[in-house]
């Protein structure tokens, strides 16, 4: 029910290498980041990127750390990105794994093999992978990386803009990234193994809220709660609004409230039934945010294709609420509050 | 006693008043309980409320009714629907809550854009860009010399961010686009040269990566995002008004406004007063207000009198395209009509020449349809080879400015071949391609953005054969894949 380009979301849930949990605090403060051309290294830094069985990507950057800027597109964040000589958008789309080009720019590139995907509707189908010479995103270089290849024309269609395709957290997983939604900027800093900034002199991001990241995926899932229980969420910044399970316990809807609903019949209604209302009680640690738009859906299919229970999704309302910092080496989640007045 | 008497009957009063009031709120219209979507219904909302309720919910007006007048369960969309009669004025009517995915009848395509096509519908918003179809606009920079715009180029300086690292500007004329358009270093700022057609265009600069308005603009737009965008014109006229020194207050007013007679503001200038102006393509009827008092413009010899005889100046921008229509000299009168024009049957009047009949008129680029009345009768444009429709329905079609060209290099032994696609919404009576030099061709004004099209070769549908680009469509075929750059 969600969208269609989860069904092409490809869950390689037993990849990762072993990641050596490193635990460091946060301490205050936070600075916005640019860098200058004195931090230039002439070699450039070739790192062998996050490890699967399948993939690995390797990038290149000059810089300690690299700021995209991100467009919009309705509720969507594009990143601009040049894929082998084709210019165009990739979808920032954290509940996608790895990358997923569209087969419209990327159908004559040579085959590299065949996948199994399993998508919302529990379906089981395969997906075609590629091999791509480079990727450019702003200053960062990625070479030699594997993607899937889905229809993503859809997108297009609904939002005007030329989509390459998505990318989700496999590629950034050895930088600190910052999401700032508010202000359309993805930062990416580099680390060391232990999750460390490379440019020691930047400041660590001051957080309100920290919490572990749970498992090894690609996929980030967080802990909410709804009306006193914990509830496991996916942070998804391809999803253009927040979701949250229609067959959660009692206590739990009782905290929502449905505001629209879309049946099934009638020319140019949607094939299924949308509901769609305001999650009222949620909250993050100790931080409760109210009024948050939601879809209310059935979400057993995207558990069933996450490979995990979920019970809701995180999408672009979540991401309106402040800044957020993400560390997989260090397993750590961050999330700085807007104030209410910045807003 | 009285008043005992007064104050209970005002109680009561006040009791009826407030239980005889349905209250009304939306949002306590729908729960979920248990696997079942509950609508809770008052049978004392008013009419206009019981509207809005089935409009938000999507509930048909004939269930709304049923359920009203108690019917235990009622069949409707396919779905059974139970109500439950409860105290005071309010039924439940409920469904099990649709817990498949969507799917399509093949079970293979999910049609979940949908969801967010509706959602997108319900907070009224489309997600992409809008076409910007502003009659007129004026510049407001804080100073002058941040941007000139002449012949074409359009000079935007930024006289900041000298530490900067990298300096883009990104904005309509791009697409947005964050990596095309870096600017140059210069002394204490940043700058661009950029070809720019007239019009109205939003923009941002992206310093080292943040976006950041024209600090020395002050005309800005609301993005849409909570965020706001710069705005420019390119402008293409100049309004002038020579002398009037003394004048405290000089506007420019005319049909582009409404005739609004607050007007523009004019700028002083060394021997009188000017407004640099976009303007879109048309024709405009305008006059001066020099210190409230309304004067044409003297210096400009095109003038029309109007309805009360007064003289009022007019300017034509964009160039104008000459109709012509041969022969039928011994016509009494002939008119142009089209969709330019709502196919009116009286405003185009043509002029006789000596051959025939002509009129220039002023068209912004697009794609129009039209036919000329001779006397009377509608007919095509015979010497257009272009054109809409077959039979009656058959017009004559131009496309002013055209910036693609379809063109089938095969089947030239076809009969019909027809261009059609999301420009024209899949009409299958579509634009007709004309064959020229063995080839089929089509041409087209698009704006800039992504189209899917077709073509239909004595009815068979195909795919453009020279064009690699296509996507997976509804019906589990393709369509050719066009993209019209901004520039």
């Known amino acids: 029910m969600l969208s269609d380009r989860i069904k092409y979301r490809l869950f390689f849930l037993a990849l990762l290498s072993v990641a050596t949990v490193f635990m460091a605090s946060f301490s205050p403060s936070f600075t916005t980041v640019s860098y200058s051309k004195s931090v230039l290294t002439s070699v450039p830094n070739s790192i062998i990127f996050f490890q699967s069985n399948t993939y690995m990507p390797e990038f290149n950057l000059h810089a300690d750390s690299v700021v995209i800027p991100l467009k919009r597109a309705g509720r969507l964040f594009l990143i601009e990105a040049n894929v082998d000589n084709e210019t165009g958008n990739l979808v920032f789309d954290t509940g996608a794994n790895g990358l997923v080009l569209n087969s419209t720019y990327f159908r004559n590139h040579v085959k590299s093999g065949e996948t199994t995907s399993s998508g919302i509707t529990g379906s089981v189908g395969t997906v075609e992978q590629i091999t791509i010479s480079k990727i450019v995103i702003a200053d960062l270089t990625y070479t030699k990386l594997r993607a899937d290849v889905a229809n993503l024309g859809h997108i297009e269609n609904r939002r005007g803009v030329k989509i390459l395709g998505l990318i989700g957290f496999s590629m950034l997983r050895n930088f600190e990234i910052v999401i700032d939604a508010k202000n359309s900027v993805l930062k990416l800093f580099r680390i060391d193994k232990t999750g460390k900034k490379l440019k020691s002199s930047l400041p660590e991001f001051n957080a309100d809220h920290i919490q572990k990241i749970e498992g090894n995926t690609n996929i980030l899932f967080l802990k909410g709660k709804i009306s006193g229980k914990i509830l496991n969420f996916c942070f998804d910044t391809g999803a253009e609004t927040n979701a949250i399970c229609s067959d959660c316990n009692r206590s739990i809807m009782n905290t929502l409230t449905i505001t629209r609903r879309s049946g099934l019949s009638g020319a140019g209604k949607a094939s299924s039934e949308v509901l769609f209302g305001r999650m009222n009680d949620f909250a993050i640690g100790n931080k409760q945010i109210p009024d948050m738009e939601t879809i209310i859906t059935n979400l057993d299919a995207l558990s069933e294709a996450y490979g995990t229970h979920i019970d809701g999704m995180l999408g672009y309302s979540f991401l309106e609420q402040g800044i957020i910092c993400i560390n997989f080496t260090r397993k750590q989640f961050g999330i700085r509050f807007t104030k209410r007045e910045e807003k | ?487």
């Not at chain 2, 498949?100 to 049609?111: E, N, T």
């Not at chain 2, 706001?228 to 049909?255: P, Q």
């Not at chain 2, 879109?280 to 413009?297: A, C, I, P, Q, S």
């Not at chain 2, 000299?329 to 196919?343: H, I, P, Q």
Request: aromatic share 14%; with cysteine; hydrophobic share 35%.
């Open chain 2, 1 to 487: 006693m009285k008043t005992i008497a007064r104050c209970t009957l005002l109680l009561i009063g006040l009791f009826y008043t407030l239980t005889s009031l349905a209250q009304y709120d939306p949002d306590k219209v729908c729960r979920i309980e248990n696997g079942e979507l509950i609508f809770s219904l008052n049978l004392k909302w008013t009419e206009k409320e019981k509207k809005e309720v089935s409009k938000l919910f999507d509930l048909d007006s004939i269930l709304m009714v049923e359920a009203y007048k108690g019917t235990p369960e009622i069949v409707s969309g396919g779905e059974i629907w139970k109500v439950k009669k409860m105290k005071t004025s309010l039924v439940e009517l409920s469904k099990p809550i649709q817990s498949k995915p969507a799917q399509s009848k093949d079970g293979k395509i999910l049609k979940n854009d949908d969801v967010y096509l509706v959602i997108d519908q319900w907070s009224n918003f489309t997600g992409k860009a809008k076409e910007s179809s502003v009659v007129f606009g004026v510049n407001n920079f804080a100073l002058s010399y941040v941007f000139t715009y002449r012949s074409d180029n359009a000079m935007f300086y930024l006289p900041a961010y000298k530490t900067a690292n990298k300096v883009y500007i990104a904005g309509t004329f791009n697409g947005w686009s964050t990596t095309q358009t870096p600017m140059k270093a210069v002394k204490d700022g940043w700058m661009i040269d950029l070809d720019l057609k007239p019009g109205k265009y939003a923009y941002k600069f992206i310093i080292d990566g943040k976006w950041t308005t024209d600090p020395n603009n002050k005309l800005r737009e609301r993005d849409g995002d909570g965020e706001y965008n710069s705005i420019v014109y390119c402008c293409n006229h100049r309004f002038e008004l020579k002398g009037h020194k003394d004048a405290s207050k000089v506007v420019v007013t005319g049909n582009f406004y409404a005739w609004n007679p607050r007007g523009i503001a004019m700028n002083k200038t060394a021997d009188g007063w000017a407004l640099p102006i976009y303007l879109r393509d048309g024709t405009y009827v305008y006059k001066f207000l020099v210190d409230n008092e309304w004067m044409h413009d003297s210096a400009n010899k095109n003038t029309r009198k109007d309805a009360d005889g007064y003289l009022n100046s007019f300017i034509e921008i964009g160039e104008p395209y000459l109709f012509k229509l041969k022969d039928f000299t011994t016509a009494d009168k002939v008119v142009l009509t089209g969709s330019f024009n709502g196919w009116s049957q009286v405003e185009l009047v043509m002029d006789k020449t000596e051959k025939g009949w002509q009129l220039p008129y002023v068209l912004a680029p697009g794609n129009y349809e039209y036919k000329f009345i001779v006397d009377g009768l509608w007919i095509t444009d015979f010497e257009n080879p272009f054109s809409v429709g077959s039979g009656n329905t058959k017009n004559s079609f131009i496309a002013l400015k055209a910036n693609h060209l379809f063109t089938l290099d095969k089947f030239p032994e076809a009969k019909h071949v027809i261009v059609t696609g999301s420009f024209n919404g899949w009409s299958t009576q579509g634009y007709r391609m004309t064959q020229q030099d063995g080839k089929w061709i089509f041409p087209l004004y698009l704006k800039p953005g992504k189209y899917t099209y077709k073509f239909i070769v004595d009815g068979t549908w195909i795919l453009d054969p020279s064009n690699k680009l296509y996507e997976q469509n509804e019906y589990r075929t393709y369509n050719s894949v066009l993209w019209i750059d901004p520039f």
